[in-house]
């Protein structure tokens, strides 16, 4: 029998090196969709915090510039280390959080291990051309400068693997990074915080030389995310969630003239042709409609198939989808966790 989530989260959030007071004694609540408890209460930033914060990373952002990318992505190689040693215990907080089956709670772990092994290769890439110019004697050389304050917005989906997207490739450019979780996902940034610290703390004690504050989290509603959106100070803003957050976020950040990288829902199709293997097509409609319990911005919601074989397309589906087991994530042979919470309950 599985622990409680209250009990099991602590003990995860111990092993990852989270202070009992970071997810104590807070105004934010966080749930596990497995049963609807609370297993901790995290602090929230005011918009006076987060510009803080913001102006923090700033600073740290212009001392990180002047450090060579390798070195740069000397410090990802150790973040994706720690992450390769934690990634069972950070993968099943995220299976306690977010309600994915334990695999898919792996799986996204292993992407953020995989993006630190692409931006340490980048880390030595960041060069520009040499071109040739019309004038006798002279060269154009192209250069590539950092950024600054790169503003991660995550959705609850991928509550770490969106962040380490972002702050992978921004460490190594020469970028700071802060970090506004999904409020439904609290927890698990504090553990990715937790173990990114513990790759500094390791960086440093090799002999590399890296800001405080070069990432941060900032956690709350609508009213922190705002503060990195109007923030001029925050030269990118990464953000991932519905296409309603999209239209809101693109104009404020373009009319500061500021840059946006924005990852929305989707209304994903499947063509399965009179060709088609219908059984890979069962498989990966099954997948694509039912991973992470149709939570994602990439899940399947229309099939378009030919009328020569939707009949049986459609027998295959129901029987495949009669199968799933749905219950604990937690639990072995369960495919299908719970929706996040009840609001999506219900508007499901």
Known sequence: MNESPMTHARTLL?????????????TLAARSPIDGSTTGAVHESTPAEASAAIGRAHAAYLAWRNVPAPQRGEL??????????HKATLAALVTLEAGKVTSEGEGEVQEMIDICDFAVGLSRQLHGLTIASERPGHRMMEQWHPLGVVGVISAFNFPVAV???????????????????SEKTPLTALATHALFAQALADYRAAGGGAPDDLCQVLQGGAAVGEALVDDARVALVSATGSTRM???????????????LLELGGNNAIIVAPSADLDLAVRGILFGAYGTAGQRCTTTRRVIAHASIHDELVARLERARASLKVGDPRETGVLIGPLVDEAAYTAM
């Open 76 to 85: 990802v190689r150790r973040f994706g280390a720690v992450l390769r040693t």
């Open 14 to 26: 111990t092993t990852l090196g989270v202070p009992e007071a970071a997810y104590t004694g807070g």
């Open 163 to 181: 962040w380490a997207w972002n702050a992978a490739l921004a460490l190594v450019c020469g970028d700071s990074v802060v970090w506004k979780p």
């Open 246 to 260: 999209g239209r809101a976020v693109g104009p404020r950040v373009a009319a500061r003239f500021g840059r946006c």
